[in-house]
């Protein structure tokens, strides 16, 4: 019996084990299946993620296809229209027409109206974006305007005034009458502007497109040389660097660095190995040879570089180098800088063309007055004291001076001025809560003076320490011949300015509208920033996209100028500030005939000294500056504009029948820039 009870347990375990049978399999199928769902989402998921995320490349690379597309156009325009300019011109033509804006339209449609590598020339395997004009919309170039610049000596020629339309003729006549020149004229520039539209399409790989369109316009300026066979009377301002006094391989040489704006010496230029030289506009000198300074020897070569054991000395010069030129006549002395107080004009009225000013001092009482209305003593017993020219005009005081004043006048005159006797301290700052008005503060002694003009309310003022306001109508005014009258100072002071600086660091001091030359008898010591308060010009490359430093900012001309002069001293640098840099928004003259005046500095070293205009030296002096940046005002370019009654000099070109032309850096100005595709 046990025995039979054994043998039935054992079969019902049997039994029991066969009814199992297959679950395994079944957990099995059940968990492959799982993974196989799992595998096939995330596969799914992967390449969804792949086409999506291949589909946004390809699409983000079309868009930077086209707005390269776009920039490669554009810049074919910028260098189709420079490459129509002329390097010459016969007197009386323009160098562009509106012609050209066609030839440059055309030339850019049929380069760019199939698909394109945006990598053309590049090395293999490089970015596979491509570009093609919409032919649909036809990229356009087309005339806007342009704007004759000319200079006229004396009256106008006549037929004026002139536009680019309407062109001076083909020769300039020249005519004298009291040894003053009239009837002449210089062509400064033409600037022109066209307006352009792109639109482009873009591509990689794949099909996916992306259309942009870009329009806006572009300024080109050509600069015209003086017409063979003409004197002109160019400002020294038209200068970016002027040395009068320079002897080739004396021991020293030119700092390297890049130089901006025309360049010239009454002497000659030497070069040295401490760095490389790069002039951006034409340089010239009175000798013929120049002087490349080596570690021992000096050579005098009639060239623009020498060579010597194996190193070579070779400044870029973007604008040729002219060895051998006549020397360039320098001014006498600041004596029409003087007149122009009287009488804005500064012509030589007064000095009968002479070297003296006996003729002019004996003028000042009869013109001149200070804040109290007290003349300008006569003979020599004017002492300190600050005198504007005006007059009692019905009971009103009105500036400058009444008819026949001037000998010959038969109308009133233009008063141009601010005339300081004696040494003082000078601050020019903006009024506060105008736009134009210009304040002048001048220190002698323990007495200021406050003189503010104003051009919108025509008004000038003039006070003394503690006393009243004289209120003054009229403000000092630009009369010279040939030029429309217009708000002018000249500050004058017979003496030194012992301390000459605006309202502070980085502020703006001199005012949009003003013009302005300050000008000393002898020394002008200089202790703090003088600024525009809205720059004309770049000061950092690239400061608008692909442009040099000192190119003009559109839309930033105001006219607004300032030039320093001394005939009879140094402008010495006596920075005040604490940071040791210092910034001159200027063109500063230290330039006489028989002068040794320069630029020095008579203080702490200057870690950066920026000057924004030019600078013009007698001589090359210390200036004890870690880095030094001079931008050329470009609206100085070709003697065309200038700071009021600033020093000028007399130059006679050999007759050829041509004018030499050069295009500037042209300005690009994006107006709409739309991503059609996007949407």
Known sequence: MKRTDAMTRTEKVQVLDRSTRGVALIYTMLILTLLTVLSLGMVIALSSQTFIGGYYRNFRGAF????????????????????????????????????????????VNNTYNAW?????????????????????????????????????????PAGGPYTCSSLPPATSTCSTAAGILTNCYTINNFQYTFNYSVDVYGQVKGNEQSELADNGNVQVTVNISPPSGVTTTPSFAAWGMFIDQYSLCSGSYLVPGTISGPVFTNGGWTFGTSGNYIFT???????????????????????????????????TFQNGFNLGQPSVPLPPNSYNQEEAVLDGVGNGTFLALSSNSTVLHAQFNSILKDANGVAYPTGSSATNGVYLPYYNNGGVPTLGSAAGTIPGTLTPSCGGGILIEGSATVTVTPLAGSSTAQVYTIVQGGTTTTVTVNPTTNTTSIKKGGGATTNITGVPQNCSPGVASSPATMLYVDGSITGLS????????????????????????????????????????????GTPADTLI????????????????????????????????????????????????????INTLNIIGGRIQNTIQNINTTTRNVFFDRRFAQGGFAPPWFPSTTVTTTPSGVEASTASAPTVTRVQWVCKSCT
């Open 502 to 545: 605006g309202a502070g660091q980085g502020v703006g001091d001199i005012q949009n509208g003003t013009e302005l030359t300050i000008t000393a008898a002898s020394d002008i010591t200089i202790t703090g920033d003088l600024l525009y308060k809205t720059e004309p010009v770049t000061t950092t490359q690239n400061q608008i996209p």
């Open 554 to 605: 559109p839309g930033n001309n105001y006219n607004q100028v300032l030039g320093i002069f001394t005939a009879g001293g140094n402008i010495n640098l006596q920075n005040s500030q604490g940071n040791g840099n210092l910034e001159i928004d200027a063109s500063v003259a230290t330039i006489a005939a028989g002068g040794s005046g320069g630029l020095v500095n008579t203080g702490s070293a």
């Open 64 to 107: 930077y296809a086209a707005d390269s597309g776009i920039n490669i156009a554009r810049q074919a325009m910028v260098n189709e229209v420079i490459s129509l300019v002329p390097a010459s011109i016969t007197i009386g033509t323009a160098p562009l027409s509106a012609a050209s804006a066609t030839t440059v339209q055309t030339y």
């Open 116 to 156: 394109g590598s945006i990598a053309a020339g590049q090395a293999a395997n490089s970015w596979p974006g491509q570009f093609e004009l919409n032919s649909a919309v036809p990229a356009t170039f087309t005339f806007a305007n342009c704007h004759l610049s000319y200079t006229p000596v004396g009256a106008p």
């Open 281 to 315: 506009d034409s340089v010239g000198s009175h000798n013929a040879d120049a002087g490349y300074q080596f570690s021992s020897p000096c050579n005098e070569v009639a060239g623009p570089s020498d060579s010597y054991s194996g190193t070579t000395i070779a400044p």
